[in-house]
T-cell receptor, first 114, second 111 residues
Framework: NAGVTQTPKFRILKIGQSMTLQCAQDMNHNYMYWYRQDPGMGLKLIYYSVGAGITDKGEVPNGYNVSRSTTEDFPLRLELAAPSQTSVYFC?????????????FGPGTRLTVL | KQEVTQIPAALSVPEGENLVLNCSFTDSAIYNLQWFRQDPGKGLTSLLLIQSSQREQTSGRLNASLDKSSGRSTLYIAASQPGDSATYLCAVKGSQGNLIFGKGTKLSVKP
């Protein structure tokens, strides 16, 4: 199993550009999450999904959009990139959202907006 | 609103020492608490998960405790090694199902 994979690893955007961060998992997990981690800070939840076709906002959703058309994939779309979106983005997945379920994380995408 | 605090922010110890990392949270209504390890440029690796009904969990040289009533957890690392150098993150799972993270403790173990 590859686990949770993310592409690209690094990206530099200009203000106003758009891009999609890709996330895929091969563990047949129902739940998937997007977090961002700013320097010296903990992770904050952007969006999450409890299954294909179902998404919901997390703590910091503004400026982002998501879709979940398959169990495996959960892309994150940035529209009109702003310097405040410079961060490291982590995708995670878990089988369910039960208290016993561990979240498995991808290696992250480091995004810089100039 | 749930807030998670980790103390200290950074810690440097000589190899072989036993050490304790601290985590506190403001709302005791949690489903579980997890300790993660984060290596530079890498994702997070789950170390230990303690359910709200449990008091502690152990894995090898790691032991994590949970005191819900006081809003505290500790991660104990025995006989530290240079390979333990990393940032350790504490996260609590609340009623909405999302993880709320602390800022982490950056640990450096000197040979």
């Amino acid at each position: 199993n590859a686990g949770v994979t993310q592409t690209p690893k690094f990206r530099i955007l200009k203000i106003g550009q758009s891009m999609t961060l890709q996330c895929a998992q091969d563990m047949n997990h129902n739940y998937m999450y997007w977090y961002r981690q700013d320097p010296g800070m903990g992770l904050k939840l952007i969006y999450y999904s409890v299954g294909a076709g179902i998404t919901d906002k997390g703590e910091v959703p503004n400026g982002y959009n998501v879709s979940r058309s398959t169990t495996e994939d959960f892309p994150l779309r940035l529209e009109l990139a702003a310097p405040s979106q410079t961060s490291v983005y982590f995708c995670a997945s878990s089988y369910h959202g039960r208290p016993t379920d561990t979240q498995y994380f991808g290696p992250g995408t480091r995004l810089t907006v100039l | 609103k749930q807030e998670v605090t980790q103390i200290p922010a950074a810690l440097s110890v000589p190899e072989g020492e036993n050490l304790v990392l601290n985590c506190s949270f403001t709302d005791s209504a949690i489903y579980n608490l997890q300790w993660f390890r984060q290596d530079p440029g890498k994702g997070l690796t789950s170390l230990l998960l303690i359910q709200s009904s449990q008091r502690e969990q152990t894995s090898g040289r790691l032991n994590a405790s949970l005191d819900k009533s006081s809003g505290r957890s500790t991660l104990y690392i025995a006989a530290s090694q240079p390979g333990d150098s990393a940032t350790y993150l504490c996260a609590v799972k609340g009623s909405q199902g999302n993880l709320i993270f602390g800022k982490g403790t950056k640990l450096s173990v000197k040979p």
